[in-house]
């Protein structure tokens, strides 16, 4: 158990299971999740209590292992970070290890935060596909790199705007552990960030974006869309035979119309495999049975199957004809390319061969 993963209701049983009041637990939540205090500062508890949690080790963190900032060269960037961590069990080989990104821009700084440590998906213009699979995050792992990275920004807490859970991983294979983090950095005695601002990708898990209907998890949803077609999307994203582009767009239009929110398809840009007219076309014809959707184009960042990335004039284009055809479109960049934490980018590049040996 680790106490970081707990909901106030639940902290309450944990204390008095320990003889102690109830209102210790509001008094811990709001000490680790909105102050990020670490528990041998959370003074107001009793000092037994401080010993207590930390001799059974109740809170256990992650480390930071690397760091990495983009210098303000590319204007996109804003000084965009990439930050690995890592997680070793004291007395299992247990270890994981993933990156998350801080990403700044004009309006906003955006926590990008993996759900896995590796992904077991196999999309074929991803980095992280290439990595060995090292297991799901628990939420106290998804939550540290949050609070860590406001922590090492320490001016920035009142200026974390969004989450979003597009690092490694795919989040719907772990949905229990992201559901209860996403609730925790929503919750009114945390960090408080709004469901509107707090965003699960998906590359198109069915049975997440249906337990999220059925349990009314309002949070937003992007998907990984990539192809209009279901055979070219197949090549791309193997996913697609297990959960069909034709059912993921029935499902998308299910969540549209019970939260009455849009849904942000990704599409990530390859030149000659899925940006000519053709694919325009069926993605105008996508947006407009759908209606409530826009799309968020991101050009290739990799270099796998000799494909090559769009000139900055070939994503303008495809923006406008997609423009021209009244479609919500948006272009941002690649913010953190030179640091490889751009989108597809997270692969562990200086610590790959340490988790392979
Ligand atoms: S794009 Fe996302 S789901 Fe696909 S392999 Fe990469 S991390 Fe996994």
């Given at each position: 158990m680790n106490l970081l993963e707990l909901y106030p209701e639940e902290l309450e049983t944990f204390f008095l299971k320990l003889?102690?009041?109830?209102?210790r637990a509001g008094q811990i939540f709001l000490r680790i999740h909105?102050?990020?205090?670490?528990i041998d500062k959370i003074y107001e508890l009793p000092k037994k209590i401080r010993n207590y949690i930390i001799e059974k080790q109740l809170i256990t963190e992650i480390q930071m292992i690397q760091h990495e900032k983009v210098s303000?060269?590319?204007?996109?960037?804003?000084g965009t970070q990439k930050f690995v961590f890592e997680y070793k069990h004291e007395k299992s080989s247990l270890s994981r290890i993933f990156e998350a990104v801080w990403i700044v821009s004009e309006k906003r700084k955006t926590a990008c935060i993996?759900?896995?440590?590796?992904?077991?998906?196999?999309?074929?213009?991803?980095?992280?596909?290439k990595l060995p699979f090292m297991g799901n995050l628990a939420t106290w792992q998804i939550l540290q790199q949050v609070y860590k990275m406001i922590l090492y920004n320490k001016n920035y807490q009142e200026k974390l705007t969004n989450v979003v859970f597009?690092?490694?991983?795919?989040p719907f294979y772990n949905y229990d552990n992201v559901i209860r983090a996403a609730k925790i950095l929503n919750h009114p005695m945390g960090l408080n960030i709004g469901v509107r601002h707090i965003t699960i990708s998906t590359a198109g898990v069915i049975t997440g974006i249906q337990r999220l209907i059925q349990e009314n998890q309002p949070f937003n949803l992007a998907i990984s869309l990539n192809s209009p077609f279901e055979e070219e999307r197949t090549k791309l994203m193997d996913i697609t035979k297990k959960f069909p582009l034709t059912d993921l767009l029935k499902i998308c239009k299910e969540y549209i119309i019970h939260f009455k929110k849009k849904i942000t398809f990704e599409y990530v840009l390859i030149p000659d495999i899925n940006m000519s007219k053709r694919h325009i076309l069926e993605l105008v014809k996508i947006a407009k049975q759908l209606k409530y959707c826009k799309f968020n184009l991101i050009p290739l960042n990799t270099n796998f199957n000799n494909w090559r990335a769009p000139t900055e004039l070939e994503v303008l284009n495809f923006q406008k004809k997609l423009r021209e055809n009244d479609i919500l479109v948006f272009y941002r960049g690649s913010p953190g390319k030179t640091i490889n934490?751009?989108?597809?980018?997270?692969?562990?590049?200086?610590?790959h061969s340490n988790i392979i040996s």
């Amino acid at each position: 158990m680790n106490l970081l993963e707990l909901y106030p209701e639940e902290l309450e049983t944990f204390f008095l299971k320990l003889g102690e009041p109830k209102y210790r637990a509001g008094q811990i939540f709001l000490r680790i999740h909105k102050h990020l205090s670490s528990i041998d500062k959370i003074y107001e508890l009793p000092k037994k209590i401080r010993n207590y949690i930390i001799e059974k080790q109740l809170i256990t963190e992650i480390q930071m292992i690397q760091h990495e900032k983009v210098s303000n060269i590319n204007l996109n960037d804003f000084g965009t970070q990439k930050f690995v961590f890592e997680y070793k069990h004291e007395k299992s080989s247990l270890s994981r290890i993933f990156e998350a990104v801080w990403i700044v821009s004009e309006k906003r700084k955006t926590a990008c935060i993996s759900s896995q440590s590796g992904c077991s998906l196999n999309c074929t213009f991803c980095a992280t596909a290439k990595l060995p699979f090292m297991g799901n995050l628990a939420t106290w792992q998804i939550l540290q790199q949050v609070y860590k990275m406001i922590l090492y920004n320490k001016n920035y807490q009142e200026k974390l705007t969004n989450v979003v859970f597009m690092g490694m991983g795919e989040p719907f294979y772990n949905y229990d552990n992201v559901i209860r983090a996403a609730k925790i950095l929503n919750h009114p005695m945390g960090l408080n960030i709004g469901v509107r601002h707090i965003t699960i990708s998906t590359a198109g898990v069915i049975t997440g974006i249906q337990r999220l209907i059925q349990e009314n998890q309002p949070f937003n949803l992007a998907i990984s869309l990539n192809s209009p077609f279901e055979e070219e999307r197949t090549k791309l994203m193997d996913i697609t035979k297990k959960f069909p582009l034709t059912d993921l767009l029935k499902i998308c239009k299910e969540y549209i119309i019970h939260f009455k929110k849009k849904i942000t398809f990704e599409y990530v840009l390859i030149p000659d495999i899925n940006m000519s007219k053709r694919h325009i076309l069926e993605l105008v014809k996508i947006a407009k049975q759908l209606k409530y959707c826009k799309f968020n184009l991101i050009p290739l960042n990799t270099n796998f199957n000799n494909w090559r990335a769009p000139t900055e004039l070939e994503v303008l284009n495809f923006q406008k004809k997609l423009r021209e055809n009244d479609i919500l479109v948006f272009y941002r960049g690649s913010p953190g390319k030179t640091i490889n934490a751009a989108c597809g980018m997270l692969a562990l590049q200086k610590v790959h061969s340490n988790i392979i040996s």
